[in-house]
């Protein structure tokens, strides 16, 4: 599962992770909290 975020939002929580000292994609992930059943991949982002 890809999802794909607003430029200024990535860029908005890739700086509140980079002040938390957190890895980006895994704060992004738990700040949008998506949970996912476990026959589903590891969500992963999309940066194009």
Do not use: G, N
């Amino acid at each position: 599962m890809t999802v794909q975020l607003p430029k200024p939002l990535f860029e908005r929580l890739e700086r509140a992770a980079k002040r938390l000292h957190r890895p980006v994609d895994e704060y992004i992930i738990q700040s949008l909290d998506l949970s996912l059943s476990l026959d589903q991949p590891p969500l992963e982002l999309d940066r194009t």
